[in-house]
């Protein structure tokens, strides 16, 4: 058992790559503790552009609690976790506990299908804002936060999340001293 923050990032197939390995990988940098799991088991997981991401372990054989549960988008990915009992699960026990999820891209879909974090500020993908728009105030920043929820657009703005992700499971140094050797331009709050 580690001190460490710990992170889930459900991968589902489809899920859009950028999506899911920049988080992986700055949330490691960030000194988080991080486990991928397969959403439909173990096996490797052909994401949205044909890259074959391996996971940790298969959902169903995570035990645990999470500090954050991240959700990578893409459009076939997304539907998956709105499709997945066992997200859903998560989702409410994460909403109820008061811990934080984490949804880019089209993935805030499943916030709606399972019924959490409704009412609260979020974006997402253009291509879902229709399917959201009713079930929170809508917002079009780069990455939205409010309370435990933090939601963001797509590939371009994964950074950004992930240094959010960082900053909400640490502290705003730790963000910084992430951010600073990847050379990215635009500072996160």
Avoid: K
Wanted: aromatic residues 4%; negative net charge.
């Amino acid at each position: 058992m580690t001190d460490e923050p710990r992170a889930l990032v459900l991968l589902a197939p489809g899920a859009e790559e950028m999506e899911a390995v920049i988080s992986i990988d700055v949330l490691r940098r960030g000194g988080i503790d991080v486990t991928v799991a397969g959403v439909d088991g173990g096996d490797p997981v052909r994401c949205s552009r044909g890259v074959i991401i391996a996971p940790d372990i298969a959902l169903a054989e995570v035990e645990g609690d999470f500090d954050v549960l991240v959700l990578p988008g893409g459009a076939q990915g997304a539907q998956r976790l709105s499709q997945s009992d066992r997200v859903g699960e998560l989702l409410r026990e994460q909403q109820r506990s008061g811990r934080w999820v984490a949804a880019i891209c089209a993935a805030p879909i499943a916030l709606r299908s399972h019924r959490v974090f409704e009412g609260r500020r979020l974006t997402s993908h253009p291509s879902v804002r229709s399917m959201l728009e009713d079930w929170g105030t809508y917002t079009e920043h780069p990455v939205e936060a409010d309370g435990n929820l933090i939601t963001s657009r797509g590939p371009g703005t994964a950074f950004p999340f992930a240094l959010r992700i960082v900053g909400a499971l640490t502290n705003a140094e730790r963000m910084a001293e992430v951010r600073a050797p990847m050379m990215f331009p635009v500072q996160v709050s």
